[in-house]
């Protein structure tokens, strides 16, 4: 997936980190600069992104989570690949990226 990372104007301490999706959506995850927590996004599709420290993790958790919730079960598994984009304040930026086994809207 060719993510893309750019500054907010209106919040110089906020990155929106999106793609464009096969579905025609463009899922966007914000990320705070130096904030411990990871932001996220789950298009119609059921591909899902997580940015921001521990994205990997967070992203199995919310899996995980809507699996025992009942959701996603025609999804089959999630394939997760992990990468890390130039931040805009010149550091790396981690992002988590799932995408079902079976696509399409629910």
């Known amino acids: 997936?060719?993510?893309?990372?750019?500054?907010?104007?209106?919040?110089?301490?906020?990155?929106?980190?999106?793609?464009?999706?096969?579905?025609g959506c463009k899922p966007g995850a914000e990320y705070h600069q130096g904030s411990e927590e990871t932001g996220h996004e789950h298009c119609c599709?059921?591909?899902v992104h997580f940015v921001g420290?521990?994205?990997?993790?967070?992203?199995?958790?919310?899996?995980?989570?809507r699996r025992s919730q009942g959701m996603d079960v025609n999804r089959g598994a999630y394939r997760i690949e992990?990468?890390?984009?130039?931040?805009?304040?010149?550091?790396?930026?981690?992002i988590a990226f799932g995408a079902p086994e079976h696509p399409g809207h629910e």
């Open 1 to 23: 997936m060719d993510f893309i990372v750019r500054q907010l104007s209106s919040r110089p301490d906020t990155a929106l980190v999106r793609y464009d999706c096969p579905c």
């Open 45 to 47: 599709c059921g591909n």
């Open 53 to 65: 420290p521990g994205a990997r993790r967070e992203l199995e958790s919310y899996l995980a989570d």
């Open 82 to 94: 992990e990468s890390s984009l130039d931040d805009p304040w010149g550091g790396r930026l981690a």
